[in-house]
C-alpha cells in the first residue's frame, strides 16, 4: 500500500472513490454508496449530470477563467440575477466567493467596512451562537460556536460576543415562547454589556448544520433577532451557506420564517459540487454605502470566474427546470416519517428534526434526561461507519456544548426517488439495529 501524501484527519482508512451517478457512489473494489448527505450537503443534484457537464465543457470551450476587474462575464451575471430572484429582490447585490468560509469572511468584513465608512468605528463585535459553525477561516472561525475546533486558535482570533440560540429539543421552560423570550433575553443582555452601538452584526444559520445536526429557529426567535438588530442599529446576517438554494424546500431557509437579513451567505449546493462557488448577498443600501466610501477592501482571485458561475447557474437551473424544490418537499415527508420510525423504534434516538431536505438525529443515552452518551463512546464516528458498511453514507458530529452529544445529518440530493429514499431509510435502519445491539 502507498502512503498517502494527503492529511486530513485522524481516522480509519477511507475506501478510495471510483465514479458516481445520481444518488450512488461506487468504490475502487465495487462497493455502492447511496449518498445520504450529498458528500458535505453540496452535491445537491447528484453525481455524473450530463446537464451540467455540458454548461461546464461549453464555457471551459469560451473561456474558463476572467478576473473580475478586467471583465464582465455573462454567467456571472445571470447566477447573480438569478441569486437576486430567489430573494424575491429582497437582497440586490451579489459578491461571489468560492466557500462557504470566503462568504462568510466577506460578510464580517462588508459589515464591518459598511460601518467604518459611516463613521461608527467602535463598532466591533459580532453576535454569534453556541454551538454554530461558520467556516474555518480566522474570521469564519472567530464567530463559530465550537469548541473542539476554536480551542488552537481562540487567542488569535477575534473572536465574537457567545450567545445561546433556541433548543427546542433541551428547552427546560414548559414552552417555546418562554424559551425564545428567554433565549433573546440573553443576547439583549449580552450586547448591552458590550454597547449597543459596538456591535457589528449578529450572525446565525437559519438552520443549524454539522454543528447542532439540522437545530431549528423559528419565526419568533427571528422576529426577535431582526428586532434587537433594528434597535441596537446592527445588521443580521444569515448563513445560508449549508441551509440555502433550495437544501430545506425553499430557495432559501429564510423563507420559511419570513424575516429578511441585511446580508447572506451561501456556497456548498451553489455548485451542486461540480465547481466551487459561493455568494454573499446584500442589501443594496450597505453596498452603496461602501463603493461611495471607496469600495470593498477585500476579494479573493477566483471570485466569480466564468466557469464557477456557469456550473452554478446550470445548477439553479436544473432546480428550476425539474422543479426540484417540489421533489426536496415531497421526499422531505417521506424521509421524516421514515426517521421518526426508526426513533420509535430505539429509545436512544432523542430526536428528529428538519426542514425539506435537511434531518439531524440525535442519540443520547435516556430519552427522559436526554443525556448524551459518553464523549469517549465515539457513537458519532460508530453510526458513521456502520452505515457506510451498509452502503449508506451520512454526515457525523459530536456537539461539545455540555449538553447536546451525538448527532448525525441525512441530507441526500434533491433528486433522490421515493424507491431510493426508502431504500436509504432500511441502510440506515440496518445500521442503526447494529449500533442498537452495541449500546443495549
Ligand atoms: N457556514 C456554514 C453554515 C457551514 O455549514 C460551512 C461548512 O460546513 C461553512 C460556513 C464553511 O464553508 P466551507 O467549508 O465551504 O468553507
Excluded at 428586532?227 to 443580521?236: I, W
Excluded at 453596498?287 to 470593498?296: I, K, L, N, R, S
Excluded at 435537511?358 to 464516528?381: C, I, Q, R, S, Y
Aim: hydrophobic share 40%.
Amino acid at each position: 500500500m502507498t502512503t498517502s501524501p494527503l492529511f486530513y484527519q485522524a481516522g480509519p482508512a477511507m475506501p478510495e472513490v471510483s465514479h458516481g451517478q445520481g444518488v450512488f457512489l461506487w468504490d475502487t473494489r465495487g462497493k455502492e454508496y447511496l449518498d445520504g448527505c450529498s458528500g458535505a450537503i453540496s452535491c445537491n443534484l447528484g453525481h455524473g449530470r450530463q446537464d451540467i457537464r455540458d454548461a461546464m465543457t461549453a464555457q471551459l470551450d469560451r473561456v474558463a477563467f476572467t478576473y473580475r476587474t478586467q471583465f464582465e462575464n455573462a454567467p456571472a451575471m445571470a447566477l447573480g440575477n438569478a441569486l437576486v430572484e430567489m430573494t424575491e429582490g429582497a437582497l440586490k447585490k451579489v459578491f461571489f466567493v468560492s466557500s462557504g468560509s470566503e462568504a462568510v469572511e466577506s460578510a464580517l468584513k462588508l459589515a464591518r467596512q459598511y460601518f467604518t465608512t459611516r463613521g461608527e468605528p467602535q463598532r466591533r463585535h459580532f453576535v454569534s451562537l453556541r454551538p454554530s459553525y461558520h467556516g474555518s477561516t480566522l474570521g469564519a472561525l472567530g464567530v463559530t460556536g465550537y469548541q473542539p475546533l476554536e480551542a488552537p486558535f481562540a487567542d488569535i482570533t477575534s473572536g465574537s460576543l457567545k450567545v445561546p440560540g433556541p433548543d427546542f429539543y433541551r428547552r427546560p421552560e414548559a414552552d417555546r415562547e418562554t424559551h425564545v423570550r428567554r433565549v433573546l433575553d440573553e443576547t439583549r443582555e449580552r450586547i448591552e454589556t458590550a454597547g449597543g452601538d459596538t456591535v457589528i452584526a449578529i450572525v446565525v444559520e437559519p438552520v443549524g448544520g454539522a454543528s447542532t445536526g439540522a437545530r431549528l429557529v423559528d419565526r419568533a426567535y427571528l422576529k426577535g433577532l431582526r428586532a434587537l438588530c433594528d434597535e441596537f442599529g446592527c445588521l443580521l446576517i444569515f448563513d445560508e451557506v449549508l441551509c440555502g438554494v433550495g437544501r430545506t424546500g425553499r430557495w432559501f431557509a429564510y423563507q420559511h420564517w419570513g424575516v429578511v437579513p441585511d446580508l447572506l451567505t451561501t456556497a456548498k449546493g451553489l455548485g451542486a459540487g461540480y465547481y466551487p462557488v459561493g455568494a454573499l448577498l446584500c442589501r443594496e443600501d450597505i453596498v452603496e454605502t461602501v463603493m461611495a466610501g471607496g469600495g470593498f477592501q477585500h476579494g479573493h482571485t477566483y471570485a466569480g470566474n466564468p466557469l464557477a458561475c456557469a456550473t452554478g447557474l446550470a445548477a439553479v437551473e436544473a432546480i428550476r427546470r425539474e422543479g426540484l424544490l417540489d421533489n426536496v418537499n415531497a421526499r422531505g415527508r417521506q424521509l421524516q416519517r421514515g426517521l421518526e420510525a426508526l426513533k420509535a423504534r430505539h429509545d436512544w434516538i432523542g430526536d428528529v428534526r428538519g426542514l425539506g431536505l435537511l434531518w439531524g438525529m440525535e442519540l443520547v443515552m435516556d430519552p427522559v434526561g436526554k443525556t448524551p452518551f459518553p464523549a469517549d463512546a465515539n457513537l458519532f464516528a460508530r453510526v458513521t461507519a456502520l452505515a457506510k458498511e451498509e452502503g449508506l453514507l451520512i454526515y457525523p458530529r459530536r456537539t461539545l456544548d455540555g449538553r447536546a452529544g451525538d448527532h448525525f445529518l441525512v441530507s441526500p440530493p434533491f433528486t433522490i426517488d421515493e424507491d431510493e429514499t426508502v431504500l436509504l431509510l432500511e441502510r440506515l435502519g440496518r445500521a442503526l439495529d447494529r449500533l442498537d445491539r452495541e449500546v443495549a
